[in-house]
C-alpha cells in the first residue's frame, strides 16, 4: 500500500490535486481573479456553487508556477494537455468539496490561532520577525485585502485540521511496520545494458516515397491553425493618473475625516511569556495558571534583562518562546483584544501586570513602537496618493464608458477613438487562438478577435477589460483560414519522425535477441557496473529500471529480464544479489514508521474525499474544456 501511494504521489495529476488542495491560495492574488472578466461562465458546479473562468484560470497560473519552481525539466506542452486542465479543476472541485463539509461539521479556527500562524508565516519575516511592512506590500502586491487574506489561510487552516484528524486515525500494528519495514528497506544488486534508440537513429534511412506516403495519409496532423493580425488600443487608469492633482485642503479634509484609520497605523514589536489556560477551564485550573503566571512574573520584575531566558523557560506559546517570547511587529487589531488593548497603552521596555485573554495568562513586554503613530505629516504623501487614485477611478469610470460607446459606434476603425483619447494604435503579428499567453492572457478578448463580426466585417470588438482598470478594443486587419501545411514544411519532422520509429523497432529487436541468447559467448554485451540500490536510494538509475529490478523472481540468481523503457530504448536487466540490511537504527526506524503513517493518513484522505464526491452534486463544462482543446 506503501508503494501505491508513493506512486500516486508521483503522478502529475495527485500532485495537481494535491496542490489545490492543501496549499494556500492566498498569497497569489484572490481578490485579483474574482474581479476579472468572465465572472459569469461557469466552468463547473459543486452543490450548486459555481467555480467560474476567473477562479480555474487563476489556478491554472498558480499551479503551473508551482511546478515549473520546483526546478525539474518540465515540457511546456503539459500545460496545454487536457489531462492538465482536468486534474486542475478537479482540484478545485475537491477544494470547495471540503469547504462544504467543513462549514456542515463545525471546524473552527479562534482569531488567537489564525493570527499566530500569520505571525509565524515566513513570507512575512524579516530577521526572523514579523514585518508589517513586508506584510502589507506583499498583500498590495497581490492586490489582496487583509480581510479576503485571512479568510483564505482560516480556510487551508481548516483543512488542515481535517488532515490532522485523519492522520490521529492511524494505526499501525508493530508486526505490520517490521514487515513491510523489511520488504521496504532490501536491496538488490543490479546491472544493466542498454540499446539506446538515439543512437540506433543513424542505421535508419527512410525513402522519400515513405515519408509522402505518411504526409498524405496524415494530413490532420499537419494543420496550421487560423490566424489573425490585429491592431488595438489600451485605455489604461495609469494614464489618466499623471493628469489627477488634489489641492492642500482636501488632502487635510480626508486626513481629518479619516484620522482613526491613520492612527491605527503605528505598530508594536513585542515579547510575550503565555501561562496557558483555556476560557473554559475549571476554576481551580485557571487559578492554578495565574498563580504561576505570577509568580513568574516576579522573577521578570526582579530580573527584566532575563525575560529572553525567562519566556523561552516558561512560556506556553511554542512557537514565540523559542524565540525568547518575541511576536516580531504588529499593527492594532491583530491581537485579541486584552492583548491589543495592554500593548498599545505601554511605553518601550515596560513590563505589563498579568494580562487575561481567553488563552491564559500573558506577560507582556514592549521592545518598540514603529511609526510616526498617524501624525498629517508621516501620512501626507500616502493621503495624496490615496485621492489621486480615487479621482483617477472615477475619471477612469466615466471616461470608460465614452471609450466603449465610441469604439462600439465607430467600429469600422480604431482611428476615431485613439484621436480622442490620444491613445497609440498598436498591432500584433500573426497570432492563433492559442497565443493568448501572447496578447494579454484574456480568453474573453482572443474569441472577440475570432468572431464572426471580427473576421468577416473587421469590425472593432467590445472595450474589454483585460485586467482590472485596463481596457482593450482590438480590430483584425488580416486573417488566414486554418490550412495544411506544405510537406515541405514538415518534411525534417516526418523524417526525423519516421527515424526515431524505425530505430524504437531496432532496439527492441536488437534487445530481445541479446536476451535471448545470453549464453552465446559469440554475442558480447556492453554490462554497465553493478549498482546496489533500494527502492529509495537507485544510485543514478531511472526509476523504470528500479521499479523492473523490483518486479522481477528472485529464486534463482542471477536473474535477466528486459522491457520497452519508453521512448529511451530497450534495457536488460540483470540482479546479481538480494540482501537485507540489519537497521537497528532506532532514528531511522522511527523515520520509517512516521512516513508509513502518513501514506495511511494520505489512503484515508482519498477515500474521505471519493465518499464527500459520491454524495455530492458535480457538474462540469465540459463544451468548454472541448472548445478550449480545439483552441
Same mark, same amino acid.
Not at 459543486?46 to 497560473?61: D, F, Q, S
Not at 475537491?94 to 500569520?118: A, G, H, P, V, W
Not at 494543420?223 to 489600451?234: R, S, Y
Not at 540482501?579 to 522511527?590: R, V, W, Y
Given at each position: 500500500?506503501?508503494?501505491?501511494?508513493?506512486? @500516486?504521489?508521483?503522478?502529475? $495529476?495527485?500532485?495537481? +490535486?494535491?496542490?489545490?488542495? %492543501?496549499?494556500?491560495?492566498?498569497?497569489?492574488?484572490? *481578490?485579483?481573479?474574482?474581479?476579472?472578466?468572465?465572472?459569469?461562465?461557469?466552468?463547473? /458546479?459543486?452543490?450548486? @456553487?459555481?467555480?467560474?473562468?476567473?477562479?480555474?484560470?487563476?489556478?491554472?497560473?498558480?499551479?503551473? !508556477?508551482?511546478?515549473?519552481?520546483?526546478?525539474?525539466?518540465?515540457?511546456?506542452?503539459? &500545460?496545454?494537455?487536457?489531462?492538465?486542465?482536468?486534474?486542475?479543476?478537479?482540484?478545485?472541485?475537491?477544494?470547495?468539496? %471540503?469547504?462544504?463539509?467543513?462549514? /456542515?461539521?463545525?471546524?473552527?479556527?479562534?482569531?488567537?490561532?489564525?493570527?499566530? @500562524?500569520?505571525?509565524?508565516?515566513?513570507?512575512?519575516?524579516?530577521?526572523?520577525?514579523?514585518?508589517?511592512?513586508?506584510?502589507?506590500?506583499?498583500?498590495?502586491?497581490?492586490?489582496?485585502?487583509?480581510?479576503?487574506?485571512?479568510?483564505?489561510?482560516?480556510?487551508?487552516?481548516?483543512? #488542515?485540521?481535517?488532515?490532522?484528524?485523519?492522520?490521529?486515525?492511524?494505526?499501525?500494528?508493530?508486526?505490520?511496520?517490521?514487515?513491510?519495514?523489511?520488504?521496504?528497506?532490501? #536491496?538488490?544488486?543490479?546491472?544493466?545494458?542498454?540499446?539506446?534508440?538515439?543512437?540506433?537513429?543513424?542505421?535508419?534511412?527512410?525513402?522519400?516515397?515513405?515519408?509522402?506516403?505518411?504526409?498524405?495519409?496524415?494530413?490532420?496532423?499537419?494543420?496550421?491553425?487560423?490566424?489573425?493580425?490585429?491592431?488595438?488600443?489600451?485605455?489604461?487608469?495609469?494614464?489618466?493618473?499623471?493628469?489627477?492633482?488634489?489641492?492642500?485642503?482636501?488632502?487635510?479634509?480626508?486626513?481629518?475625516?479619516?484620522?482613526?484609520?491613520?492612527?491605527?497605523?503605528?505598530?508594536?514589536?513585542?515579547?510575550?511569556?503565555? +501561562?496557558?489556560?483555556?476560557?473554559?477551564?475549571?476554576?481551580?485550573?485557571?487559578?492554578?495558571?495565574?498563580?504561576?503566571?505570577? *509568580?513568574?512574573?516576579?522573577?521578570?520584575?526582579? !530580573?527584566?534583562?532575563? &525575560?529572553?531566558?525567562?519566556?523561552?523557560?516558561?512560556?506556553?506559546?511554542?512557537?514565540?518562546?523559542?524565540?525568547?517570547?518575541?511576536?516580531?511587529? &504588529?499593527?492594532?487589531?491583530?491581537?485579541?483584544?486584552?492583548?491589543?488593548?495592554?500593548?498599545?497603552?505601554?511605553?518601550?521596555?515596560?513590563?505589563?501586570?498579568?494580562?487575561?485573554?481567553?488563552?491564559?495568562?500573558?506577560?507582556?513586554?514592549?521592545?518598540?513602537?514603529?511609526?510616526?503613530?498617524?501624525?498629517?505629516?508621516?501620512?501626507?504623501?500616502?493621503?495624496?496618493?490615496?485621492?489621486?487614485?480615487?479621482?483617477?477611478?472615477?475619471?477612469?469610470?466615466?471616461?470608460?464608458?465614452?471609450?466603449?460607446?465610441?469604439?462600439?459606434?465607430?467600429?469600422?476603425?480604431?482611428?476615431?477613438?485613439?484621436?480622442?483619447?490620444?491613445?497609440?494604435?498598436?498591432?500584433?503579428?500573426?497570432?492563433?487562438?492559442?497565443?493568448?499567453?501572447?496578447?494579454?492572457?484574456?480568453?474573453?478578448?482572443?474569441?472577440?478577435?475570432?468572431?464572426?463580426?471580427? +473576421?468577416?466585417?473587421?469590425?472593432?470588438?467590445?472595450?474589454?477589460?483585460?485586467?482590472?482598470?485596463?481596457?482593450?478594443?482590438?480590430?483584425?486587419? *488580416?486573417?488566414?483560414?486554418?490550412?495544411?501545411?506544405? =510537406?515541405?514544411?514538415?518534411?525534417?519532422?516526418?523524417?526525423?519522425?519516421?527515424?526515431?520509429?524505425?530505430?524504437?523497432?531496432?532496439?527492441?529487436?536488437?534487445?530481445? $535477441?541479446?536476451?535471448?541468447?545470453?549464453?552465446?559467448?559469440?554475442?558480447?554485451?556492453?554490462?554497465?557496473?553493478?549498482?546496489?540500490?533500494?527502492?529509495?536510494?537507485?544510485?543514478?538509475?531511472?526509476?523504470?529500471?528500479?521499479?523492473?529490478?523490483?518486479?522481477?523472481?528472485? *529464486?534463482? %540468481?542471477?536473474?535477466?529480464?528486459? &522491457?520497452?523503457?519508453?521512448?529511451?530504448?530497450?534495457?536488460?536487466?540483470?540482479?546479481?544479489?538480494?540482501?537485507?540490511?540489519?537497521?537497528?537504527?532506532?532514528?531511522?526506524?522511527?523515520?520509517?514508521?512516521?512516513?508509513?503513517?502518513?501514506?495511511?493518513?494520505?489512503?484515508?484522505?482519498?477515500?474521505?474525499?471519493?465518499?464527500?464526491?459520491?454524495?455530492?452534486?458535480?457538474?462540469?463544462?465540459?463544451?468548454? =474544456?472541448?472548445?478550449?482543446?480545439?483552441?
Amino acid at each position: 500500500m506503501l508503494e501505491k501511494f508513493r506512486s @500516486y504521489a508521483q503522478t502529475k $495529476a495527485a500532485k495537481i +490535486i494535491l496542490a489545490l488542495i %492543501l496549499v494556500p491560495f492566498a498569497l497569489f492574488g484572490i *481578490d485579483s481573479y474574482l474581479n476579472q472578466a468572465g465572472n459569469n461562465l461557469s466552468i463547473a /458546479k459543486v452543490n450548486g @456553487y459555481k467555480i467560474a473562468l476567473p477562479e480555474y484560470n487563476r489556478a491554472i497560473e498558480n499551479v503551473r !508556477n508551482r511546478i515549473m519552481s520546483e526546478g525539474k525539466k518540465v515540457d511546456p506542452a503539459m &500545460f496545454d494537455s487536457f489531462e492538465f486542465k482536468e486534474s486542475v479543476i478537479d482540484g478545485l472541485i475537491t477544494k470547495q468539496l %471540503l469547504n462544504n463539509d467543513i462549514k /456542515k461539521s463545525q471546524f473552527r479556527i479562534t482569531d488567537q490561532q489564525l493570527s499566530q @500562524y500569520i505571525i509565524g508565516m515566513p513570507e512575512f519575516q524579516k530577521d526572523g520577525k514579523f514585518s508589517q511592512e513586508i506584510y502589507d506590500k506583499v498583500l498590495q502586491n497581490n492586490q489582496l485585502t487583509p480581510k479576503k487574506f485571512e479568510e483564505s489561510i482560516r480556510n487551508d487552516l481548516l483543512i #488542515q485540521q481535517v488532515r490532522d484528524g485523519l492522520q490521529k486515525l492511524t494505526f499501525i500494528p508493530p508486526n505490520n511496520l517490521a514487515e513491510t519495514l523489511k520488504a521496504t528497506s532490501q #536491496q538488490r544488486e543490479i546491472s544493466i545494458a542498454e540499446f539506446k534508440t538515439k543512437e540506433y537513429m543513424t542505421k535508419a534511412n527512410i525513402a522519400e516515397k515513405d515519408m509522402q506516403a505518411f504526409y498524405d495519409q496524415n494530413k490532420s496532423k499537419f494543420l496550421a491553425p487560423e490566424q489573425v493580425k490585429a491592431e488595438f488600443v489600451v485605455f489604461s487608469l495609469a494614464n489618466i493618473l499623471p493628469t489627477i492633482n488634489v489641492t492642500e485642503d482636501e488632502i487635510k479634509s480626508f486626513y481629518k475625516a479619516n484620522a482613526d484609520k491613520y492612527q491605527n497605523q503605528q505598530q508594536r514589536e513585542a515579547s510575550h511569556i503565555l +501561562i496557558a489556560a483555556s476560557k473554559n477551564a475549571p476554576p481551580a485550573e485557571k487559578a492554578k495558571a495565574k498563580a504561576k503566571a505570577e *509568580d513568574v512574573l516576579n522573577q521578570v520584575r526582579k !530580573n527584566p534583562k532575563q &525575560f529572553e531566558e525567562l519566556a523561552t523557560k516558561y512560556s506556553q506559546d511554542p512557537e514565540s518562546a523559542k524565540k525568547g517570547g518575541d511576536l516580531g511587529s &504588529f499593527s492594532r487589531g491583530m491581537m485579541v483584544k486584552p492583548f491589543d488593548d495592554a500593548v498599545f497603552s505601554m511605553k518601550v521596555n515596560e513590563i505589563s501586570n498579568i494580562v487575561e485573554s481567553d488563552f491564559g495568562y500573558h506577560i507582556i513586554k514592549l521592545t518598540k513602537i514603529i511609526g510616526e503613530g498617524g501624525g498629517f505629516d508621516a501620512m501626507r504623501p500616502q493621503i495624496k496618493a490615496e485621492l489621486i487614485y480615487q479621482k483617477g477611478q472615477e475619471k477612469f469610470a466615466a471616461l470608460a464608458e465614452e471609450f466603449s460607446n465610441k469604439v462600439y459606434e465607430q467600429s469600422s476603425s480604431l482611428d476615431a477613438v485613439s484621436k480622442r483619447f490620444n491613445l497609440p494604435i498598436q498591432k500584433t503579428d500573426w497570432i492563433s487562438r492559442k497565443d493568448s499567453d501572447k496578447f494579454f492572457k484574456n480568453e474573453a478578448l482572443m474569441s472577440a478577435l475570432y468572431s464572426k463580426e471580427s +473576421i468577416k466585417d473587421h469590425r472593432n470588438t467590445e472595450a474589454i477589460e483585460v485586467t482590472p482598470n485596463n481596457l482593450i478594443s482590438a480590430r483584425v486587419v *488580416d486573417y488566414k483560414a486554418q490550412s495544411t501545411k506544405p =510537406f515541405a514544411d514538415v518534411r525534417k519532422n516526418i523524417e526525423d519522425y519516421l527515424k526515431f520509429e524505425s530505430a524504437k523497432k531496432m532496439v527492441a529487436s536488437e534487445g530481445e $535477441a541479446a536476451l535471448k541468447f545470453l549464453t552465446d559467448a559469440s554475442r558480447k554485451i556492453d554490462w554497465q557496473p553493478a549498482t546496489l540500490v533500494d527502492r529509495k536510494n537507485t544510485k543514478g538509475l531511472s526509476d523504470a529500471v528500479v521499479n523492473h529490478a523490483y518486479k522481477m523472481p528472485t *529464486d534463482k %540468481l542471477p536473474s535477466y529480464s528486459g &522491457f520497452i523503457d519508453g521512448n529511451n530504448g530497450y534495457v536488460i536487466v540483470k540482479v546479481n544479489k538480494v540482501s537485507f540490511p540489519n537497521d537497528s537504527n532506532e532514528e531511522n526506524k522511527q523515520a520509517f514508521a512516521s512516513d508509513y503513517s502518513e501514506a495511511l493518513s494520505a489512503e484515508y484522505l482519498s477515500a474521505y474525499l471519493k465518499g464527500l464526491k459520491a454524495k455530492a452534486s458535480v457538474s462540469v463544462n465540459q463544451n468548454f =474544456f472541448e472548445t478550449s482543446q480545439k483552441n
